[in-house]
Antibody
Framework: EVQLVESGGGLIQPGGSLRLSCAAS????????MTWVRQAPGEGLEWVST???????TYADSVEGRFTISRDNSRNTLILQMNSLRAEDTAVYFC???????????????WGQGTLVTVSS | EIVLTQSPGTLSLSPGERATLSCRAS???????LAWYQQKPGQAPRLVIH???HRATGIPDTFSGSGYGTDFTLVISRLEPEDFAVYSC?????????FGRGTKVEIK
């Protein structure tokens, strides 16, 4: 059974940094692209970043230069390093698995339950 | 960026009734790269449909997706109690990948 479990969310002041993790199990992690999607309170889902199986990364314009996605295939873990956080980054952050390796033109076949990030002073 | 507009915002129906959800794109979604997800409070989103019309693993045949170009539809032919949720569409044809704001299917 595929399981994705996010952790690392919390309350952080504007300008601060936070590191989110997503522990994956139930599939061969290194064979699939992985993605972070977020959902601000009362809003729709928003794509944040994708990393392919080959570690090619892409980012939404809203986080480019501030967030870094990475993966540790030895630990089956997806990571999102978030720097220079802003109030508008407040959201539940979901990790999601893609059905393929490349990370292009992917839907997301499995999702975690999310971790809440609140950016506020 | 492709903007997805979902309608209606809320659909109030009774178990056993038919639900029809719309997702309209601001420009054509190539190759029908359109997915639908089901989301319940506090739970992980669940893939329902991909490729506009292909049911995901474990999704009952009461769910069907259709459409092409800019207009897509999700139909739940007979609502079960567990189907009441928020449904979001997602285009993965053109980066940045975008989502609609969702349609809430609530019990009338």
């Amino acid at each position: 059974e595929v399981q994705l479990v996010e952790s690392g969310g919390g309350l952080i002041q504007p300008g601060g940094s936070l590191r989110l993790s997503c522990a994956a199990s139930g599939f061969t992690f290194s064979n699939y692209a992985m993605t972070w999607v977020r959902q601000a309170p009362g809003e729709g889902l928003e794509w944040v970043s994708t990393i392919s199986g080959g570690e090619t990364t892409t980012y939404a314009d809203s986080v480019e230069g501030r967030f870094t996605i990475s993966r540790d295939n030895s630990r089956n873990t997806l990571i999102l390093q978030m720097n220079s956080l802003r109030a508008e980054d407040t959201a539940v952050y979901f990790c999601a698995k893609a059905p393929w390796y490349n990370g292009n033109n992917d839907y997301f076949d499995y999702w975690g339950q999310g971790t809440l990030v609140t950016v506020s002073s | 960026e492709i903007v997805l507009t979902q309608s209606p915002g809320t659909l109030s129906l009774s178990p056993g009734e038919r639900a029809t959800l719309s997702c309209r794109a601001s420009q054509s979604v190539d190759s029908n790269y359109l997915a639908w997800y089901q989301q319940k409070p506090g739970q992980a989103p669940r893939l329902v449909i991909h490729g506009a019309s292909h049911r995901a693993t474990g999704i009952p045949d009461t769910f069907s997706g259709s459409g092409y170009g800019t207009d897509f539809t999700l139909v739940i032919s007979r609502l079960e109690p567990e189907d009441f949720a928020v449904y979001s569409c997602h285009q993965y044809a053109s980066s940045p990948w975008t989502f609609g704001r969702g349609t809430k299917v609530e019990i009338k």
